[in-house]
């Protein structure tokens, strides 16, 4: 009788040990460069481990030249050669324009790439942003607080009138959203 019930718990034991290996792990998050190709670029930067502002720091924290400041950022999605990534255009005092690779998942800087600053230029002035209270990175908190959260993921200035203002695009539970903020702070409607 006592061997029939050690049997019974050693075989009880054994698979109630079968049916927990059995069981599925569930999967870590994947990084947003590994994320499913048919999801949109809101969504997938909605996961990137790093926020625009961090990018954006680490952006403007690059190059020789002191006093940067980011005018545009945009949200890439991974592709074969590209990890998932912010492309931000920084511009020095002394008028030269380089655009930052910043990957998504890691925060580190992955390219860096002169770029022809006429282009960029032909209705906006260095000093029209520079002369701006609000800079792009404040515009950035501003706009995720009146999108009621989420995580901006592209941002650009404009220039409206004789002043900048910022057009932040932010991605939310379950849609992305628009917001202009002026170069004072608030939100433009």
């Known amino acids: 009788?006592?061997?029939?019930?050690?049997?019974?718990?050693?075989?009880?034991?054994?698979?109630?040990?079968?049916?927990?290996?059995?069981?599925a792990t569930p999967a870590p998050a994947q990084p947003a460069t590994q994320t499913d190709s048919s999801m949109k670029e809101w969504q997938v930067a909605k996961v990137a481990k790093v926020g625009l502002a961090q990018a954006l720091t680490t952006a403007q924290a690059q190059g020789d030249e002191k006093g940067g400041r980011a005018i545009d950022a945009d949200f890439e999605k991974a592709d074969s050669k590209n990890p998932a990534h912010y492309a931000i255009k920084v511009v020095y005092p002394s008028g030269k324009?380089?655009?930052?690779?910043?990957?998504?998942?890691?925060?580190?800087?992955?390219?860096?790439?002169?770029?022809?600053?006429?282009?960029?230029?032909?209705?906006?002035?260095?000093?029209?942003?520079?002369?701006a209270?609000?800079?792009?990175?404040?515009?950035?908190?501003?706009?995720?607080?009146?999108?009621?959260?989420?995580?901006?993921?592209?941002a650009e200035v404009e220039k409206d009138g004789s002043a900048v203002q910022y057009?932040?695009?932010v991605a939310g539970a379950d849609k992305e959203q628009t917001v202009k903020v002026g170069p004072d702070g608030k939100v433009v409607d």
């Open 1 to 23: 009788m006592i061997n029939r019930l050690a049997t019974a718990a050693g075989l009880l034991a054994l698979s109630t040990s079968l049916a927990l290996a059995q069981t």
């Open 97 to 131: 324009l380089v655009e930052y690779g910043i990957n998504a998942d890691t925060g580190a800087l992955y390219k860096t790439e002169n770029q022809p600053i006429e282009r960029y230029f032909t209705r906006l002035k260095p000093a029209d942003f520079q002369n």
């Open 133 to 154: 209270k609000t800079s792009l990175k404040d515009a950035l908190a501003i706009a995720e607080q009146k999108a009621g959260g989420g995580k901006a993921y592209e």
């Open 167 to 169: 057009e932040i695009k």
